[in-house]
């Protein structure tokens, strides 16, 4: 029987021998993943490491198999990817007649383990910003993590733990402010910062202080934005705690000026009157028992205002709101008598806005007076056109006047009429003469102008045509409809028939209580002046009261009393 016996060396099993083994480890396992794995034929006994291109290579190669030469390479203890990231040696195979191969290089590359979390290079911050700023950038935080590898040694976020505070921070680590800061309201801000990498390990808290600087701006401090005052509630004291701040201006200051004034806004009219009633302020007022008041208190024998729109709010008085056509109520006529002669009075309270979409030439009624059924004509009206206020008043046909023109309508252009805010409007009807008072006030444009006059020819004489009367809208004869109607808001609308209304009761309706009262002479300093001025003819109004002026205010200010 013959033997047969294998010779020659080794010959490892690659496709391309110039390229070599290339494996992965882990810092945490010590077997390298080869591709492809070690294998030389025939007849190995051994593979060894035979040069060691870069100093040490912690690495043995283990026979798996003798038959097909399959080999593992291991590592002799875990590797450090943060000390060295890669090793390129050469390896050997050893036939078992002890003839080597050709030598085969080996590229083992470490692959990092995120075990070390991120670490700000400070222990803490501190910075100083002026208040009143909002900064691009207040301060950079800077993180730095061990692992070696951009996926767990980059730092990928930063994150504020500090929760409702006016502050940002973004993945470069860039702090900013969301709001301009106050000293009054914090000196200082104290933030708590993490940081991740980027396979999200997160960093110890870091602090970070931001100081705020105050920053002296010249004038008043210690002035509230609004002050909460209720009708009859005595003296109240208005800035207790201001001061002028002259932040050591360079300068000699010779002069100092300083204006108060006491407006009001409400629902209502405003100031003490909401506190009562139309009725309660008219008796208050001494308005004559005789007007008729056309948009009253919901009760018995008043069911034309069941269908409005109303809100009574926190004031005494009914308000009624107003939405177009659909809104309008009719007056019975046992409530007024449609012949107004030649002398009336018609006032009401009055809240309305422009509506910038609506064509100028649309009429909004506050009161009508038309044909009931069959014409449309219009006997008497107050509405409102392009923010002006009209009067519309057509005479009936009389044997005397048939070929005379005379008077039908008077057009008065005021701001009011379309600022969105109450005003009470009182027209005085005595013929030929027409008088508008707005907020107790005869109404004088500012220009000196009359209001505009246009005259008309008399109605024509008709047979079994009655008159409705309606506010709110205007009653559309031939159509049984509402047209004309006002979006808006009305209270206190009433009719005082062959009488005028005395303006002094105009102006108390119209009056407010409450007013600034002004310190005692004897608390002024030398320098110092006072000067004072309640408003439109000598009277406290509604819209502007207690106007004060002064050469130089600082321990006066305090004790000023509301």
Known sequence: MTSFFFTGAPVFDLVRPSEGYHGLVSEDDTVVELEPPIRATPNVCSYRIVNKHHGEAPFVIRLRDAVTGKAELLTKRPLNCEKRKNYKFDITAMSCDGIESRNITVHVKVNDVNEFAPVFVEPSYVVGVDEGRLYDEILTLQADDQDCSPKFGDICRYELLTREQPFSIDSEGVVRNTEPLDYEKSHNHILSVVAYDCGMKRSQPVMVTIKVNRVCHLGWKGIGDQIEYSPGSGRQELFPTASLELCNVPCRVERVQARIGLTTSHIGKGCDRDTYSVAAQRKICGASSSSVELLPAPGAG?????????????????????????????????????????????????????????????????????????????????????????????????????????????????????????????????????????????????????????????????????????????????????????????????????????????????????????????????????????????????RMQGIERMKYIDSWWRPLML
């Not at 005259?455 to 004309?484: F, Y």
Request: charged share 20%.
């Open 302 to 542: 008043k069911d034309w205002i069941a269908g409005l729109h109303s809100d009574e709010g926190h004031e005494g008085d009914l308000i009624y709101e107003f939405e177009g056509d659909s809104s309008g109520a009719v007056i019975p006529d046992s409530v007024l008598n449609h012949n107004l002669t030649n002398t009336f009075t018609i006032s009401t309270w009055l809240k309305h806005k422009s509506h910038p979409n609506s064509d100028k030439h649309t009429k909004e009624h506050i009161l009508c007076n038309a044909d009931d059924h069959k014409m449309n004509r219009h006997h008497m009206s107050l509405f409102i056109r392009n923010c002006r206020l009209i009067l519309l008043l057509r005479r009936d046909y009389t044997e005397a006047n048939l070929n005379t023109f005379q008077p039908a309508e008077w057009r008065w252009k005021l701001p009011q009429v379309c600022d969105n805010e109450w005003h009470h409007y009182s027209v005085y009807v005595k013929m030929p003469e027409v008088t508008l008072y707005v907020d107790g006030h005869i109404f004088r444009p500012e220009n000196g102008e009359s209001p505009e006059v246009i005259d008309d020819w008399p109605l024509h004489p008709t047979r079994g045509i009655n008159t409705t009367t309606t506010v709110g809208a205007c009653w559309q004869g031939s159509e049984s409809s509402m047209k004309h109607g006002l979006t808006g808001y009305l209270a206190g609308l009433s009719v005082l028939v062959g009488g005028l209304e005395s303006p002094h009761v105009l102006s108390c309706l119209t009056r407010c209580q409450e007013a600034l009262d002004t310190p005692a002479m004897e608390l002024l300093q030398p320098s110092m002046e006072l000067l004072t001025n309640n408003g439109k003819d000598g009277m406290c109004t509604k």
